[in-house]
């Protein structure tokens, strides 16, 4: 998708698994390594941890990542729940082979974190590209503290629960570090904007205007 060929400004959706084009909104296809990938719609490229069990792990191709609408590294991570803890340290040297490549190649991190956030911190700290946390689920604590150590957060369908805390942690987060996704929920990133901006007190083409600086920052994106 050619950013510069949109009629106005489009709906950002950071991180998506569906392959399925919604007029006006751009979205940026999660890709695993080895997948085929999109002819020209944006992507990011990388392993989830979830599928980090045995190696050899496949990990992007210079072919891919070099390719013009291949965006980011990711998702990749690092995730202790219960399913996923036997493989944890495959994970961490997963991560940090894909952090080598997202360095190489200048690419910003797509970061799939559960219950490691003080080890994701640790391992990224000198990296000098944009990370985003994607799906972020937690308080508004951690949200300030990750903010702090110069990550970006993208929200979720998680937002659509209205006992969900993470309603509370968005309200603390910078305009400036947020994203929004659909992941693979199947909710429509229009309804997720919608629930963001009545959340945060603004109308949602000023989210949206937000979000699509973000988007040109992050990704180095001439309007």
Known sequence: MNIQKMQ??????VHTHRRVSVPGVLSVLNVFSGENIPG????????NPWNVKDKP???????????????????????KAKAFAPYYELQKEVFL????LAKQYRKPLIIHCVRCYDEI?????????????????????????????????????????????VREAIKSVPLD???LETDDSG????????????????SKEDLKSRIYENFRLVFGLKK
């Open 57 to 79: 792990v496949p990990l992007p191709q210079s072919k891919v990542l070099t390719a013009p609408n291949c965006l980011a590294v990711g998702e990749t991570g690092m995730d």
């Open 187 to 202: 909710i429509s990133i229009l309804e997720i904007y919608s629930v963001a901006a009545e959340i945060l007190g603004i």
């Open 121 to 165: 911190v640790r391992k990224t700290e000198n990296f000098p590209y944009p990370k985003i946390i994607h799906g972020f689920s937690r308080n508004a604590i951690l949200a300030g503290q990750l903010i702090d150590k110069g990550f970006y957060l993208s929200f979720g369908a998680l937002l659509l629960n209205s006992s969900a805390k």
């Open 97 to 100: 082979q894909h952090l080598k």
């Open 8 to 13: 106005s400004i489009p709906w950002i959706d």
């Open 40 to 47: 020209d719609n944006f992507f990011s490229v990388g392993t």
């Open 177 to 179: 570090r947020i994203f």
